[in-house]
């Protein structure tokens, strides 16, 4: 009984020694505390040395918990900035997070940037149809909307043969026309398409979620494969994955489209809609942009759309046409026996195609126009549309040979414009890969 009462007594000595060293060491750490500046120093309330939680920015107290004094934090944690972005806490939690948070265009609210993504070929300087048709809506957009993007579609225009040296000047004749036009690189990214990778590493991605009947049902496929005699290049059938990779590769919310191209952003918001099915919500849904201007036709013609690729030389008006050569295309525009200026696409195409010329060419309504060209003969009124044309191309002219003169500084834009662009889908493409299972 002694033997185990003294055992249990040493026990206590023990206790009692160890407890001694404890508050000795507490004191001492106490001590060294209260030395220290009190504008160097960490907290002092229960020796916590973490100022304040690791939460998100917009939770993160200016006192600290335990004891309400504030916290010096630029002399605690001088590696650590003050963050700029009020992000959402879920972003915090992972860098993907983060990616999504900013490319998603989510400052504290669940919003999407609105960015605007439109594309053209490079087939030499443009005609009208493509001016009033595109690039006058492009130099309109660019004011109105801050995130616009405009690629020259090189890589698109493989779909039909090129010679590599015809293919290098449209680039730049292309280039050159734009600008002249108003586009801006200012306000807009303006680049080549094939100087951003990712366009086609993320056609292949989202090729492989495409099936094949759907891309043979496209009346492009069949048209063109039609004109060039042959069955078709696999590059001709899956183009239009192409154009899905190039508007979702920015995250675009809207693209400025024609109607023959309604099926192809159609094709795209089905490819973002599977990939967000499979992957989780990742891609906003493109929306089209209808351009107001009715399609304008070709001058030899009227049932077919005006296109540079037209065999009949008289039928496409180029923007860079001199004064002569509108004035002998709009006198050859085929219209029909009525003399008089009316405007019935169904039942005067011909006709009907000049008033829409004149109409876009002038800013003014049809019926305007029809006002203006009473009592006038269809011979008549066709030199007054082709001086409604020439005065408007004329400046426009003049520029596109200034431009031409300095292909250094045409180079430079396209160059400039993919440095940006690749900026900006380096990111989204990079969280592409991640959500695939590339890395």
């Known amino acids: 009984m002694q033997g185990w009462?003294?055992?249990?007594?040493?026990?206590a000595a023990e206790r009692h020694r160890f407890k001694g060293i404890r508050q000795v060491r507490r004191e001492s750490r106490k001590t060294r505390m209260d030395s220290l500046p009190p504008e160097k120093g960490p907290c002092q309330c229960r020796s916590q040395h973490r100022p304040f939680p690791v939460?998100?920015?917009?939770?993160?107290?200016?006192?600290?918990?335990?004891c309400g004094t504030c916290a010096d934090l630029t002399a605690l944690l001088p590696c650590f900035p003050p963050p700029r972005l009020f992000l959402p806490a879920f972003a915090m939690a992972t860098p993907s997070g983060l990616i999504r948070a900013l490319h998603r265009g989510t400052l504290g609210q669940n919003a999407v940037m609105d960015r605007i993504f439109s594309g053209i070929q490079p087939t030499g300087t443009p005609h009208l149809g493509n001016y009033l048709g595109a690039i006058q809506n492009w130099v309109n957009l660019q004011e109105k909307c801050s995130s616009v993007l405009y690629s020259i579609m090189d890589m698109h225009?493989?779909?039909?043969?090129k010679e590599p040296a015809v293919l290098r000047q449209n680039i730049l004749d292309t280039t050159a026309a734009i600008l002249a036009c108003g586009i801006d690189p200012r306000k807009c990214f303006l680049f080549r398409q094939s100087l951003v990778p990712e366009h086609a590493e993320l056609a292949w991605i989202l090729g492989c979620l495409t099936n094949v009947?759907?891309?043979?049902?496209?009346?492009q496929w069949k048209m063109k494969r039609a004109s060039q005699n042959s069955e078709g290049t696999v590059g001709l059938l899956t183009y239009p994955v192409l154009q899905a990779a190039d508007i979702l590769l920015y995250k675009s919310t809207?693209?400025?489209v024609g109607e023959d191209q309604v099926l192809h952003l159609e094709l795209a918001q089905d490819i973002a809609q599977h990939f967000n099915k499979k992957y989780g919500e990742f891609f906003p849904v493109p929306k089209a942009i209808l351009s107001t201007t009715k399609k304008i036709k070709s001058l030899r013609d009227p049932s077919v759309k005006m296109s540079k690729s037209d065999p009949q030389k008289l039928a496409t008006v180029n923007i860079a046409d001199s004064p002569d050569e509108i004035v002998l295309k709009f006198r050859k525009a085929v219209t029909d026996f009525t003399s008089e200026v009316t405007y019935d696409p169904a039942a005067r195409p011909g006709v009907s195609n000049l008033v829409s010329i004149h109409a876009a060419v002038t800013g003014l309504s049809i019926k305007e126009v029809?006002?203006?060209?009473?009592g006038l003969d269809t011979a008549r009124y066709k030199m007054m549309v082709a001086e409604s044309v020439i005065q408007?191309?004329?400046?426009?002219?003049?520029?596109?040979?200034?431009l031409q003169e300095d292909?250094?500084?045409?180079?430079?834009?396209?160059?400039?414009?993919?440095?940006?662009?690749?900026?900006?889908?380096?990111?989204i493409y990079q969280e592409i890969r991640r959500l695939v299972g590339f890395q």
């Open 370 to 374: 029809l006002h203006q060209a009473t």
């Open 407 to 427: 292909k250094s500084h045409l180079i430079k834009v396209l160059e400039d414009g993919a440095e940006k662009a690749k900026e900006l889908a380096a990111p």
């Open 157 to 161: 225009s493989l779909t039909m043969p």
């Open 55 to 66: 939460t998100a920015p917009h939770h993160r107290p200016l006192r600290h918990r335990a």
């Open 254 to 256: 809207r693209v400025p």
């Open 213 to 219: 009947p759907r891309l043979l049902r496209l009346p």
């Open 5 to 11: 009462r003294r055992r249990r007594l040493g026990c």
């Open 392 to 402: 408007k191309f004329a400046p426009i002219r003049n520029e596109i040979k200034k």
